[in-house]
């Protein structure tokens, strides 16, 4: 294992360790209420184990990551249940090891360099991931002498545990999967507008590709600053999650493109179509350009924006900051839906499976309190219980309405039932760089080439640089070593 290190540390420069010249903030304690309390540790000693013998209690779990998911800030956050659990039932706490997003690797890299690796980072398949080119360098280690998926607490975990599988060994303990990008939009300037609503038109099952585009066109009118798609996902949301069919794939036999998919195609020409007809945002040909700033929701409470697409993080804010750009959420304006399907396809919303969890960094010192810490995590998830308090937090904390309320859980039973994810965050450079170009081939602020042109002049490209990573985890699969 020493020697796998070395190959990739071998290659970073050593640079100031996680943490240094940087101002920590500060977690403050927030507690759930006296009854809620009681029933989320009565209901844990049916699916946790004894705290008084499990391996990880009393323990402090490092967690490294650019985000902390698991302690408050401030008093209008959601308390972490399962986290909760974590501390008040096991004498469990996190050290959170600050990192940055575009640092994240090097850092790591030079603690492992240093011996003092933290515990664990987040798991993730998109633009979080660590995943597989990570794991191949060994940054990261197999799960398996801590989790069996096989066991019910898991089971239903077992299917997206196979996304981040290498050599027979599995990288992430996997507790939840959540959705990607949905639809959040204004119902009162859809009222204004005279729209079906989205979410009406989802459980009649007439939410579709050509209904989207319809209402796109209807409402965009450049000189009037009224542009119906904003956001980072405009393409990617159609293209990829909503199609269910992703241009980078992997099965039993690796990694392949996905390129000539039919679906992809039809998806990337309304995108075409959009962009041409100026119902995307843009400023002049600057494709990173969003209104103010990149603010999500921009201009959907003025209507000047149709739809925003993103997770519910992009919407799960304090009431005042909803109310300043998405619209009143205690007047019911602020409503989501999923994701469009294809007319023409085989009659599923697809959703892109974001999975939560944790991947265990190699040399961890606490790799039982991980699992423990990532245990709490998933009961929190499966008891219902838990479930009604963290909705109750929802609904308390941020005011979301029992429509709201519903359509969160459609998402997620939606993004549970036919799995999907990216495989385009931890690639080789070259990789990486070919499937951007492809990506942003058709983007929102223009469409110089048409899906056809794209896939002529990047195809073979992307093919060669899958096949040389698939060389890569064939291997590391009969070696257990990666030799890059």
Request: glycine share 8%; hydrophobic share 35%; charged share 20%.
């Amino acid at each position: 294992m020493k020697r796998i290190i070395a190959l990739i540390l071998a290659l970073v420069m050593v640079v100031a360790m996680v943490g240094c010249g940087k101002k920590k903030r500060v977690p403050i304690t927030l507690t759930l209420s006296t009854e809620d309390a009681e029933a989320i540790l009565n209901a844990a000693g049916i699916y946790l184990p004894d705290a008084e013998t499990a391996a990880g209690a009393n323990s402090v779990v490092q967690w490294f990551a650019w985000y902390d998911p698991l302690q408050n800030y401030n008093e209008d956050e959601i308390v972490n249940s399962g986290y909760w659990t974590f501390q008040n039932k096991y004498g469990g706490t996190i050290d959170y090891i600050e990192t940055t997003y575009e640092n994240r690797n090097d850092e790591l890299a030079n603690l492992l360099m240093a011996g003092t690796p933290p515990d664990c980072g987040p798991a993730g398949t998109s633009n979080t991931a660590v995943f597989p080119m990570s794991c191949l360098k060994g940054m990261y280690q197999p799960v398996d002498n801590w989790i069996d998926y096989a066991d019910p607490l898991w089971a239903e975990m077992a299917d997206a545990a196979e996304y981040f599988a290498l050599g027979g060994h599995h990288f992430a303990i996997i507790t939840d999967l959540a959705f990607k990008s949905v639809m959040p939009y204004n119902r009162r300037v859809m009222q204004e507008w005279g729209f079906d609503d989205p979410a009406e038109l989802y459980y009649n099952d007439e939410w579709t590709w050509d209904v989207y585009y319809d209402m796109c066109m209807d409402f965009t009118d450049g000189d009037e600053g009224r542009y119906a798609v904003d956001g980072w996902y405009v393409v990617n949301s159609l293209c990829e999650e909503s199609t269910g069919h992703y241009i980078v794939q992997k099965d039993e036999n690796g990694f392949y493109s996905n390129l000539d998919d039919p679906i992809i195609e039809r998806a990337e020409n309304i995108v075409y179509d959009l962009v041409k007809n100026g119902c995307t945002y843009r400023e002049g040909t600057n494709y990173w350009a969003n209104r103010n700033n990149a603010e999500y929701g921009a201009g959907i409470k003025d209507g000047v924006c149709l739809f925003w697409p993103c997770d519910d993080s992009g919407f799960t804010h304090p009431v005042d900051e909803i109310n300043q750009v998405w619209g009143d959420i205690e007047a019911g304006e602020l409503m989501f839906a999923p994701l469009p399907r294809d007319p023409d396809g085989d009659g599923t919303y697809y959703l892109n499976s974001t999975p939560t969890g944790y991947m265990i960094i190699t040399g961890a010192k606490n790799p039982e309190g991980v699992y423990l810490l990532a245990a709490c995590n998933r009961f929190k998830i499966i008891d219902p219980t838990v479930i009604n308090i963290d909705r109750k937090q929802l609904k308390e904390i941020y005011k979301w309405n029992e429509e709201m309320l519903s359509m969160w859980d459609t998402c997620r039973e939606l993004a549970a039932a036919n799995i999907r994810m990216y495989y385009t965050g931890d690639m080789p450079t070259s990789l990486q760089d070919t499937y951007n170009q492809i990506d942003w081939g058709i983007h929102r602020s223009g469409a110089a080439n048409t899906w056809a042109q794209i896939k002529e002049q990047r195809g073979e490209q992307l093919q060669y640089y899958l096949d040389e990573v698939n060389k890569m985890v064939a291997d590391y699969t009969y070696t257990g070593q990666y030799e890059g």
